[in-house]
């Protein structure tokens, strides 16, 4: 049985850093793609960030190309996500999600299993 459980998030004010993190468990970590989603109240889940199973591919939203890093730690069944320069338009539910292959697509429905989310809130 596959679990993903994200941590770290929480309130921030504008121009400020938080740092969430995603374990996995039941999946052979090191061999999977992961990737971070997040839906704002009233809004649709959008992709954010994706990394392949080294942490030698990365790919991001436009929305928080500069801003935010994806990253991972295999030994660990861990991938984090840095979010960093935070705007009050980067507040929602934050989702990791497991691929059930090696490399990183962006859309959704290509990810196995997901997390419940963890929710960040970035005040003006």
């Known amino acids: 049985q596959v679990h993903v459980v994200e941590s770290g998030g929480g309130s921030v004010q504008t121009g400020g850093s938080l740092r969430v993190s995603c374990a996995a468990s039941?999946?052979?970590?090191?061999?999977?793609?992961m990737g971070w989603f997040r839906q704002a109240p009233g809004r649709e889940r959008l992709f954010v960030a994706a990394i392949n199973w080294s942490g030698s591919t990365a790919d991001y939203a436009d929305s928080v190309k500069g801003r935010f890093t994806i990253s991972r730690d295999n030994a660990k069944n861990t991938v984090y996500l840095q979010m960093n320069s935070l705007k009050p338009e980067d507040t929602a539910v934050y989702y990791c999600?497991?691929?059930?292959?090696?490399?990183?697509?962006?859309?959704?429905?290509?990810?196995?299993?997901w997390g419940q989310g963890t929710q960040v809130t970035v005040s003006s």
């Open positions: 039941g999946v052979t970590f090191s061999t999977v793609a």
């Open positions: 999600a497991v691929r059930r292959a090696a490399t990183l697509v962006q859309h959704q429905n290509a990810y196995r299993y």
